[in-house]
């Protein structure tokens, strides 16, 4: 039972470089979401799907990009990494959007941008 | 818009004293609430929900939270802390736009002194 898997866990980059964050699901979810938590900041929505083939904006998109292709996988692209994206990324999941159905979270990806 | 507002940033209590955690909520629509916990390298594990079943919520590891309409507040508590109780406790409110979207208030660190 993996439930929500995040790979890699710990990632630097340079100022520029582009790369992609993974996250999977094995518990047929419709609703996934990505976040960035900053310290003193909370957890900011980035992007979210209500489903394959459906994605939308979250907060604080700029700089983020995402694909919905299956329910188990919703990657994240940085597409140019800057030093303000420094943070830890979290992939959740939930049963069905807007369900009272707590979100299931993944363990994170620290990134850090030089 | 709906928001979250976590009272203190850090809290620090003896071992064996009462943990309170303060959370007050904006929502013009019935709320779900929910409390997370986050222990340091790991992504955040639901604590307890609120749905409006009962106002008076019972959690994992002997928190628990009271729904209190008329005062907008989903505090926290524990009778009796634990050294392991030590870590990162987020309150969240079910967004009724951004297809269901979680709001997170800021955070509240827990410290459990001996």
């Known amino acids: 039972n993996a439930g929500v898997t995040q790979t890699p866990k710990f990632q630097v980059l340079k100022t520029g470089q582009s790369m992609t964050l993974q996250c999977a699901q094995d518990m047929n979810h419709e609703y996934m979401s990505w976040y960035r938590q900053d310290p003193g900041m909370g957890l900011r929505l980035i992007h979210y799907?209500?489903?394959?083939?459906?994605?939308d904006q979250g907060e604080v998109p700029n700089g983020y990009n995402v694909s919905r292709s299956t329910t188990e996988d919703f990657p994240l692209r940085l597409l140019s990494a800057a030093p303000s994206q420094t943070s830890v990324y979290f992939c959740a999941s939930s049963y069905r959007t807007g369900s009272n159905q707590p979100q299931h979270f993944g363990d994170g990806t620290r990134l850090s941008i030089l | 818009a709906q928001s979250v507002t976590q009272l203190g940033s850090h809290v620090s209590v003896s071992e064996g004293a009462l943990v309170l955690l303060r959370c007050n909520y904006s929502s013009s629509v019935p709320p779900y609430l929910f409390w997370y916990v986050q222990y340091p390298n790991q992504g955040l594990q639901l604590l307890l929900k609120y749905t409006s079943a009962a106002t008076l919520v019972k959690g994992i590891n002997g928190f628990e939270a009271e729904f209190k309409k008329s005062e907008t507040s989903f505090h926290l508590t524990k009778p009796s802390a634990h050294m392991s109780d030590a870590a990162e406790y987020f309150c969240a409110v079910l967004g009724n736009n951004q297809g269901g979207k979680l709001i997170f208030g800021q955070g509240t660190e827990l410290s459990v002194k001996p």
């Open positions: 799907s209500v489903g394959a083939g459906i994605t």
